[in-house]
C-alpha cells in the first residue's frame, strides 16, 4: 500500500508517497543481550518456516565460529511479513571490532531496536551502537530482554537507557522511545514488565507502529549504495544494500561511481531479495528495498550506482580506520608443513586478498620480506577470528604480537583510547584500580550495583589492555566481567605501557617433552606442555616466576640404572599443564616472539630460535635503548 503523506517545510508543502507495505530496521545490542536470539524468535512466529521444519538456535548465526562464540561477527539480512507489511531486519555485530558493520548499516534502516539485559543494564557497546543510530537520526525502540531472570530489575534499566539517551544528546522525538519487555529464550514480550503475553505479537506491532515507513520515490532517477559485501564463487563480489531512490531492473546497464569519482558502467547480471533465512533472485526492485546486487567485479562498500544518464552519487560511506595491526608470516617453525595443507606465501596473500573482498575494516600491506604481510584490523577478536578461520581451512601461519596504530593529529602523535566498564566484586575492586592505574588507565567512575558488585568505568589506552584480559581473569578468580569500546584518539603516553611482566621456559633442543623434565621444571614457572608433545629449540614451553627467559630441558629422561633408592618411593603429582586459546596466546606473547598457528596446534615460540643468535640480538636492542 502506498500512502501519501504531507510535509511542510519554509518553502511551503511537499507532497511525500510512503511504502507502506515495507519496514526497514536493525537489531542492535551489547554482546549476548539475545539480540540473535530475539531475531530466531521473530523469524519462527512470523510464519516463515513450516511446522515440521527444523530451525536451528541462533538460526541467523551462520558462521562456525559465529556459533561456538555465541556471538555475531557478520551483519545478516532477513525479511518476515507481518500482516502484509514487510519487515526487513538486519540483525548486526554486537561487539566494538565489528562496529564499522554497525554503522553502515545505520544508513540502510529507518529504525533500530535497542536490546538491553534486564539485569545487566546498559554496558559499553550498548552506547556505541546506540550513538551510531541517533547520530543518523533513527527513532529506537527499546527491547529489554532476558525479563524471565530472577535479578531482573526492568525500571531501573529503562532509567539507565533514557540517561544514556540524554547523555548522547538524543532529541525530544528519540526521547520519546517505546518499550517493551520480553523473554527471547520463552519467545514472550509485553508492554507490561511484570506480565508477559504468550508470543511476541506486541513486538511487531511496535515495529510497524513506530517504524517509519520508507519515501517511495520510485519515479526518480536510480541510487543504489552498497553498504555491505558478500562474495560467491559463480557470481564473483556482491553489493548488499538499499535502493533510496527510483528502481533496478536485471539486465539494466548503470553507472558505478567509486569512491574517488571514477564512473564504471556494468549490466546488472542478477537482484537479490531476502526472504526469511533465504536469499531469492527477483527481476527488479524500488525505493525502499533491501536487496543483493552482482554484475561488477570490484563494487566496494560506499559507492553508487546510479542509470548512465543521470550520474548523481550518494555521500560516501565513513568506514572507521583499523586501530590494531600485526605481522602475518610463513610459518617457519621446525614443524612447518607438518600439520596444513596451505603453507606457502602465495597461498597465503590470495586468502588475505579474498578476505579484503568482502571485509572492508581490514587492510594487508607488504613488507620488505616477499613473505610477510601487515594486517591490520578494528581490534584483537577482529584479527583473531580471521586466523581461527584461516586455521581452520587448513593453513599454517606466524603472527606478530598485536601493536596499536597511532596516528598524527594536527601535528600531535595520538593513540586509541578505549572506554572500559568493570563489574568486580567488592573484595576484587582495590586490586583492579591499582592494576588499571598501572597501565595509565583514568577512573570516570565507580558505583554499587547491589549483591556485593562494584562498577568502574575507566578510559585507558589501547595498547595497556593487550594482555590485560588474562591477568583480570586470574585477578577476580573468573568473577569478573570486562567490556570495552573504542572511546577516541588523545595524545600519546610516553612509555611502555602493561606487557607481561615474567619471562618465558624456552626449550634448549628439538624432542619430546617427558614427564620426568616437567616434574623437575614444576618449581620454575607454570608448564604449557603435555608429556609427549613434540618442542624444538627456541619453542616457548612454559612461563618462567622470574622476570627473565630461561632455557630449559624440557626433554630430559632420567638416567637408567638398577640401583633402586633405599627412601621410600613418593609418588609426584604433575599439574595440568596451561592450555591457552589463540585471543591468550595473542596476548601472552611479546615483541620477541611469535605464535605459530596450524590447524591443530597453536605454538608459542621465540622469533630467534638459536639461543645463541638470540642472546647477541638481545645485547644490541640493549645498547640500542641505552642510547636514545
Known amino acids: 500500500m502506498i500512502q501519501l503523506k504531507i510535509n511542510s517545510n519554509n518553502e511551503g508543502k511537499v507532497l511525500m508517497k510512503l511504502r507502506e507495505d515495507i519496514r526497514n530496521i536493525a537489531i542492535i545490542a551489547h554482546v549476548d543481550h539475545g539480540k540473535t536470539t530475539l531475531v530466531d524468535q521473530l523469524l519462527k512466529q512470523s510464519g516463515m518456516f513450516r511446522e515440521n521444519e527444523h530451525v536451528e538456535e541462533r538460526a541467523m548465526d551462520s558462521n562456525d565460529i559465529e556459533r561456538e562464540r555465541g556471538i555475531t561477527i557478520l551483519a545478516k539480512n532477513t525479511a518476515i511479513d507481518y500482516k502484509g507489511t514487510r519487515i526487513n531486519i538486519l540483525d548486526t555485530p554486537g561487539h566494538a571490532d565489528f562496529g564499522g558493520e554497525v554503522e553502515r548499516i545505520m544508513k540502510m534502516v529507518d529504525g533500530v531496536i535497542l536490546v538491553v539485559d534486564a539485569y545487566e543494564g546498559t554496558m559499553p557497546q550498548t552506547r556505541f551502537v546506540l550513538k551510531k543510530a541517533l547520530e543518523q537520526n533513527l527513532k529506537p525502540l527499546v527491547v529489554v530482554n532476558k525479563i524471565d531472570k530472577e535479578a531482573a530489575r526492568p525500571e531501573e534499566v529503562v532509567d539507565e537507557v533514557l540517561e544514556l539517551f540524554i547523555e548522547l544528546d538524543a532529541n525530544d522525538e528519540q526521547l520519546e522511545f517505546p518499550v517493551a519487555y520480553a523473554s527471547a529464550m520463552n519467545g514472550t514480550a509485553s508492554e507490561d514488565p511484570d506480565e508477559q503475553d504468550e508470543d511476541m505479537q506486541s513486538i511487531y506491532k511496535m515495529i510497524v507502529d513506530y517504524v517509519p515507513a520508507p519515501v517511495d520515490n520510485s519515479d526518480d532517477p536510480l541510487q543504489f549504495q552498497v553498504a555491505l559485501l558478500d562474495y560467491n564463487d559463480y557470481v564473483g563480489r556482491i553489493g548488499v544494500g538499499r535502493v533510496f531512490r527510483g528502481e533496478m531492473r536485471v539486465g539494466q546497464q548503470v553507472s558505478l561511481i567509486k569512491i574517488d569519482g571514477s564512473v564504471k558502467n556494468f549490466r546488472v547480471t542478477k537482484i537479490f531479495g531476502f526472504f526469511g533465512l533465504n536469499r531469492l533472485e527477483i527481476d527488479h526492485a524500488k525505493a525502499g528495498d533491501l536487496i543483493a546486487v552482482s554484475g561488477m567485479e570490484d563494487i566496494n562498500v560506499g559507492e553508487t550506482v546510479t542509470p548512465v544518464d543521470h550520474q548523481d552519487p550518494m555521500p560516501v560511506l565513513r568506514i572507521d580506520e583499523p586501530t590494531l595491526q600485526m605481522t602475518f608470516s610463513v610459518n617457519n617453525s621446525p614443524f612447518a608443513g607438518r600439520d596444513g595443507k596451505f603453507v606457502t606465501a602465495r597461498k597465503i596473500e590470495e586468502r588475505l586478498e579474498q578476505q579484503l573482498e568482502t571485509d572492508v575494516s581490514l587492510k594487508v600491506e607488504p613488507t620488505d620480506q616477499p613473505d610477510a604481510w601487515v594486517v591490520s584490523g578494528r581490534g584483537e577478536l577482529h584479527l583473531s577470528i580471521l586466523i581461527e578461520n584461516m586455521r581452520r581451512e587448513g593453513f599454517e601461519l ?9 596516528r598524527e593529529i594536527d601535528g600531535v602523535k595520538c593513540e586509541p583510547f578505549e572506554r572500559v566498564q568493570i563489574d568486580v566484586p567488592e573484595s576484587d575492586t582495590g586490586s583492579i584500580i591499582e592494576s588499571l592505574g598501572q597501565r595509565k588507565g583514568e577512573m570516570l567512575d565507580m558505583s554499587n550495583t547491589g549483591n556485593g558488585q562494584t562498577r568502574l568505568v575507566f578510559l585507558v589506552p589501547a595498547r595497556g589492555l593487550i594482555g590485560y584480559r588474562t591477568e583480570f581473569m586470574s585477578m577476580t578468580s573468573g568473577y569478573g566481567i570486562l567490556n570495552h569500546t573504542f572511546e577516541e584518539y588523545r595524545p600519546a603516553i610516553k612509555g611502555r605501557i602493561g606487557g607481561r611482566r615474567n619471562g618465558v621456559l624456552v626449550s634448549m633442543d628439538k624432542g619430546t617433552a617427558s614427564t620426568y623434565a616437567i616434574l623437575q621444571l614444576s618449581d620454575r614457572g607454570t608448564n604449557f606442555m603435555e608429556p609427549g608433545t613434540d618442542v624444538y629449540e627456541g619453542m616457548v614451553v612454559g612461563e ?85
Do not use: G, H, Y
Open 398 to 406: 606466524q603472527v606478530s604480537k598485536p601493536i596499536v596504530i597511532e
Open 544 to 628: 618462567n616466576s622470574r622476570d627473565n627467559d630461561l632455557t630449559v630441558n624440557i626433554t630430559k629422561v632420567k638416567a637408567a640404572n638398577n640401583i633402586r633408592s633405599a627412601t621410600k618411593e613418593q609418588t609426584e603429582t604433575m599439574k595440568k599443564p596451561r592450555v591457552m586459546t589463540l585471543e591468550e596466546a595473542l596476548e601472552f606473547i611479546n615483541e620477541d616472539e611469535l605464535v605459530e598457528v596450524t590447524p591443530d596446534n597453536v605454538r608459542l615460540r621465540k622469533r630467534i630460535l638459536d639461543k645463541s643468535a638470540r642472546e647477541r640480538a638481545q645485547k644490541k636492542e640493549k645498547i640500542r635503548l641505552e642510547s636514545e
